[in-house]
């Protein structure tokens, strides 16, 4: 079981969604045994094994009573691994407000264990003043142990630092060499991070060849910031005679991995698809998923520009589409919707299969 938002948080720096521990000991797949993967955590069972009762819990989505147990080994047991756990669930709002800054606070007492992934996190609650003051600086600094410890994705964003010249001199070539040693070790968002230096980075580096390389490598693993960013590039220059559609393509894999900013592009490349006129109508098919992908973004996205011209398509569309439809479809969007907001299934359902 694995919450959906989750899963995309934790693909930013994690390669597997192995188990750290013995899924036979525990008998149940939580979603923190998927998301600290042994490229994440490289801990002895100590740790992990007194959190299995709060590791079910979190699995069947009781969030008080696994909330409960992991405060408790935290505090009185000083584990750090239940630290960060705590401060996921603040951080991602389970059963509880978000709340970043409380978040960054447990980050940082288990970094101070070494858990990889926490190491990372308290980077970035470095990096942008999460939990109080911004330190570039000592961002770097966590960045660099994070990947020491076993997260080599963090380079990345050791890189980016590098790149702005945040915290360390900036240095675009060393930027994007960091990033690139990661990508060609096979983690997919390294992979989407090297390609999107190339594209948007600092002038000295950019080449829209290696970037779509790059891109296309991170999408064929399996990563939605890959293929949401593909759908970008084809869609702002069409490359190698790849326009419009095969960005729609992109943006609609993204959005049906749950990738929030794919839903809004992926409805208004339906929506403005040749194949719509007077006397050239859409195909069934094709309205279909262009109601489903428009309820996605009303329902979902955080940007009101979208909210608003998804609603404007959204009037048109009804005015054509048979409301015996409406039903089925709306059913659709609540599935799609549920797998990424609630603990659900660790297979990935999109709206319109």
Request: charged residues 20%.
């Amino acid at each position: 079981m694995i919450h959906g938002a989750a899963r995309v948080w934790a693909k930013r720096f994690c390669l597997e969604y192995t188990p750290f521990y013995s899924l036979k000991a525990l008998k149940l797949v939580a979603l923190l045994s998927l998301i600290f993967g042994v490229a994440c955590v490289q801990q002895s069972d100590d740790l992990a094994t007194p959190l299995s009762t709060a590791q079910e819990a979190l699995a069947v989505g009781d969030y008080d009573a696994a909330y409960k147990q992991y405060l408790h080994f935290a505090e009185d047991e000083n584990n750090p691994l239940a630290q960060f756990s705590v401060g996921l669930f603040y951080q991602l709002g389970w059963g509880r407000p978000v709340n970043d800054a409380e978040a960054c606070s447990w980050f940082s007492q288990s970094a101070a264990g070494n858990i990889p992934a926490a190491l990372f996190a308290h980077a970035d609650c470095l990096r942008f003043g999460k939990g109080g003051e911004a330190s570039p600086e000592e961002a770097a600094v966590y960045y660099q142990k994070a990947a020491d410890e076993g997260l080599p994705t963090a380079l990345c964003s050791l890189a980016e630092l590098y790149m702005a010249g945040e915290g360390v001199p900036r240095n675009p070539a060393k930027a994007i060499t960091l990033c690139i040693s990661v990508a060609q070790q096979g983690h997919p968002a390294a992979m989407t991070r090297a390609g999107l230096f190339y594209l948007e980075g600092d002038e000295s580096i950019r080449d829209n060849e290696k970037a779509l390389q790059w891109l296309v490598a991170g999408a064929n693993a399996n990563d939605p910031e890959a293929m949401y960013n593909l759908g970008r590039m084809m869609r702002m220059q069409p490359v190698a005679n790849m326009g419009n559609d095969n960005a729609r393509q992109w943006f609609e894999k993204a959005a049906a991995l749950g990738y929030e900013p794919a839903y809004f592009p992926t409805a208004e490349l339906y929506y403005l698809a040749k194949g719509r006129g007077e006397n050239d109508m859409i195909t069934e098919g094709d309205l279909a998923k262009l109601y489903m992908w428009l309820q996605v973004t009303l329902q979902s996205s955080m940007q009101q520009t979208e909210r608003d011209k998804a609603g404007e398509m959204l009037e048109k569309v009804l005015l054509v589409m048979p409301a015996t439809w409406q039903p089925v479809l709306d059913q659709r969007v609540a599935d799609h919707l549920r797998e990424f907001r609630q603990v659900s299934g660790v297979r990935h359902q999109s709206p319109v299969s």
